[in-house]
């Protein structure tokens, strides 16, 4: 064992400031450009690229070169040398071999300040939207500015000279614009219109930045110094090392804190930081090369984005530092962390064999202790370190041996853990020892009972004041006063445990399934299969202000407390959790049984152990990003086809299937950005797409289309509006509404056509059996009137001439009489049915009428006949059979309804002719309704064959001892004689008709 003690002592000097930062390097091989000579940042968060291949765009993870066609430029070089972003969204770019182009809703147009096109060397915009920029000629290099769509020369009327050498362009948080010129420095206020100049000699490789403070600083290649208007140069000047320069220039970013980030040379970059009142600047030992990871040591551009991250361009690619003000990584050394304890008084951290504690600016360390695992005690017990060789006792500074339990054998010394339980007494658990507490009195052991061959790992005191122990694996008992029992809770098991803590209304377990919460004798749990955050817990903090922190295998996590609450009581609701330190590589420490990863200490700092070692989170000023990302959508794919972006794009006939990719600009954590999105005419509800950034639809019908997007960064932020993008897939031939709805209606009028046809045709065909019938009737009239009733009359005058010449007093003569009168009576009835045969019925309502007079002579009851419509002449045999069909209802109201009122409607329609009777009478009995007739009575079977005889119906309907309706319909096709016209097309007269 190796001990040392070690008096108190201050911690080393601040680490580096690129120890806080999170570097990352694009090459080649991650398809970046070279040769990047311009960054910008467009108001929706993009990073804008000038390089030696033309102009690239950059959300984070992908680079996109616009290859669109670049109208009028000159086709030898697509290097771009200079680039600068406007308000309103637009890209200036300068190319190598003279021109300048703007960049515009997806198209890149020429607009050159003159012919030839003159080199643009430095380029700026103003918040009013103009571009200035710096290009050289034949006559010399001057200022043009672009406004309004024309191009203006800056000159005399400004205030500047002809021709102006200029190496430096700024434009100011305030609006005003700076040029650096080789005499001196000129200011412009915003919305002036004179320069103001303050002579001074910038020196080689010059150009200007402003600081936080709105200070204007001047860097070439050996000092830096603060300039003023009307003073120029201000206070005592930095030395900076010079360098090997063949063509580059200072390049300078000031980041959020205050630090100067350094480029523009071929040894890296440099990191300078302010002294206590910002009017100097010291060198920070060290720089960083392409030997620390940078993409390469020739740097061309810098930048400071609206997240605070500092871009590099070089030869070689692109880098990003991300100066995160909420984590900051530990200067000490990266080692193996096993502990940390907090006291009322205190926060301690057990690392690398040492114990630190946490004071107002720094870590202390207290003491060095060889195979140190476990850490505990209180303002009783002072500080106990439970080491591979037993345990030792921190105080006063020194390290002292604490007194192990008694009897243990020599490979009984391995402390694993201990606590502090709620008496006072320390606990300790010893692999191959068992479990001990300690006292005034002195150790005594402690029964484990069904624990018994168990290491015991963790302790935990809850806020009820229960001590818990955690045995291996994922075993979980109570100390008592007897020993310990096991834990009898209700609910989940907590599986594979690897981090205990105690909160306000539960005890937290932490494990590789997830975070569990034992309340009372109720364990709930949030399983990492529905949390994948949750995997792999081993740190748990829940703080005062109201949020839980977390170390999983995502990383350094925070979530309010009461919506963890929520999802404990109702597992399964959405949880968002906030990320801290991913662009920084940072995850909490998957190895090993790590009690206590996670500290927070008095000053509001929470430590955590991490696979990078040890960081510190300032949880008051908790900012894991700062800007809400901006959803964009990039891309709109059919058909192999990419469509333009601006207004609602067209997509061609027969498109069924669409691609849309999209991103964010949350350029500090890109990977943890997170979508949704929803197809307006497609979708009901939003779609979670998670960090997937494509959309894919398929079988879309022909319509008007809106696809909307939204984005929630890593830190919880939403984007402050959707995203939208219009399209319509236009329908083919047969797919218009308007071809649809002719089609539909010619098919209708077709129908229709087709329908009346089928009508006519067949209505002709009923009045051709219909004139055939008539005509049959008319043909026996004549045989009936030509042989049998003149054959009937001649032998009734035979008869009656025999019966003339008998003697008046022959017996048989009065028998002869009464059968000649009688044989009159047929020969009368004869004729009649003759004249029915050859003749139509008459006037129908009549007819009816005449029936029920007859009727009522000898049975009571009122009859009444109204008609409706216009009369029409009738078809001689539907009219008869119509009649046929009245006289029986008329006959059956009389004789068995046993009627008072007995009301008839003859209606005249175009499409029909109704008659209608309905009477107050006893009704049908209900065997008569259900099957149509009566036993021996064929009345009601004869008036439906005759309906049906003609086309038409019957109904009866009937109530007993209230009422009984007749309604018989007969087409009126059938119904009604045929008008004599000529022939013609049934459509044609139609026309005419309605003309």
Known sequence: MLLLNIPFFAAASPPLPFLQTSHLAWRSEDNAPGGIEGLAQTPDGFLWLATGTGLYRFDGLS????????????????????????????????????????????????????KPSPRAVYLTVTPDGALWARVGGSEGSRIVRYAL??????????????????????????????????????????GGRRFSFQPLNPGDGATIAEDRRGRIWLANDSRLSRVEMGKGFVGPPTPLERANYTSVYRRLAFSRDGMLWLGGSEDGIRVLAPDAGGDQFRRVPGRYTADDGLSSSITLSMLRDREDNIWVGTVAGLDRFATSRSVKRSDLPQSYTVDSLVTARATYLLSGNNVYRSESTSLRRLAALANASTICGDRDTGLVVGTAAGLFNLAGGRARPF???????????????????????????IVNGGLWRHDKAGWRAIPVSTFQDLSALLFVRSADGTTYVVFKPDRIGVVRDNGIMPLEAEGEAAGYIRTVAAGKKCTFFGGQNGLFCLTGRRMRA?????????????????????????????????????????????????????????????????????????????????????????????????????????????????????????????????????????????????????????????????????????????????????????????????????????????PGILERHDIRVAMMLML?????????????????????????????????????????????????????????????????????????????????EGRNRVRDLRSDAGNLSEALTDVAQQMSIDWPGSFTLTTEGHSRTLNPVAAQELRSIGEEAIRNAFRHAEARSIKAVLTYRQRELRFALRDDGVGLPSAVQADGLRDGHYGLIGMRERATKIGGTLTITSRLGAYTEVIATVPGTVAYAPITQPRRRWIVSRFRRKS
Not at 150 to 179: I, Q
Not at 403 to 429: H, I, K
Request: aromatic share 8%.
């Open 63 to 114: 680079f996109e070169r616009f290859t669109v066609p670049e109208e009028g430029l000159p086709s030898p070089s697509l290097q771009v040398s200079s680039i600068a972003a406007a308000p309103n969204g637009d890209v200036w770019i300068g190319y190598a071999n003279g021109g300048i182009a703007r960049y515009r809703g997806g198209r890149l147009q020429r607009l050159n300040p003159g």
């Open 149 to 190: 769509g024309r191009w203006e020369h800056v000159g005399s009327r400004w205030n500047l000279p002809s021709t102006l050498s200029t190496v430096a362009m700024l434009v100011t948080r305030d609006g005003a614009l700076y040029l650096l010129s080789t005499d001196g420095l000129r200011h412009l206020p915003r």
């Open 403 to 429: 007194r192990s339990p008694p009897g243990l054998g020599t490979n009984a010394r391995y402390v694993m853990a201990c606590a502090v339980g709620v008496d006072g007494t320390l606990l300790v658990s």
């Open 526 to 730: 949030l399983r990492s299969s529905a949390y994948p955050e949750l995997l792999n817990v081993s740190g748990v903090v829940e703080a005062q202000d109201g949020w839980t922190w977390l170390s999983s295998n995502a990383g350094l996590l925070r979530i309010s407390t009461r919506d963890l609450a929520g999802a404990f009581a109702a597992p399964g609701q959405p949880l968002h959790f906030e990320r801290f330190g991913t662009e920084q590589g940072l995850r909490g420490d998957p190895n090993g049984f790590v009690s206590r990863s996670m500290a927070p200490d008095r000053y509001g700092r929470l430590w955590a152990f991490t696979t990078k070692g040890l960081v510190s989170i300032d949880m008051g000023r908790a900012d894991a990003s700062t800007m809400p990302p901006r959803a964009v959508v990039t891309n709109l794919l059919a058909g192999g086809r990419r469509f333009a972006l601006d207004g609602t794009a067209k997509l061609p006939v027969g498109t069924r299937s669409i691609e849309i990719d999209y991103t964010a600009t949350s350029l500090t954590d890109p990977r943890g950005t997170r979508f949704s999105y929803r197809l307006e005419g497609q979708d009901s509800a939003w779609i979670d797409a998670g960090p997937r950034r494509e959309a894919i639809y398929t079988n879309l019908r022909p319509g008007r289309y809106v696809f909307h997007l939204r984005a929630l960064n890593s830190a919880g932020l939403p984007s402050r509006r959707a995203e939208s993008l219009a399209f319509v897939i236009r």
């Open 748 to 828: 209708v009028v077709a129908l229709i056509v087709a329908y009346r046809w089928r009508v006519q045709t067949l209505s002709t065909r009923f009045a051709e059996r219909m004139q055939e019938r008539l005509g049959e009737r008319e043909r026996i009239a004549r045989e009936l009137h030509d042989t049998l009733l003149q054959g009937f009359q001649g032998l009734l005058l035979r008869f009656q001439s025999i019966a003339n010449r008998m003697p008046a007093n022959v017996p048989l003569g009065e028998e002869l009489e009464e059968a000649l009168g009688r044989g009159e009576a047929v020969l009368v």
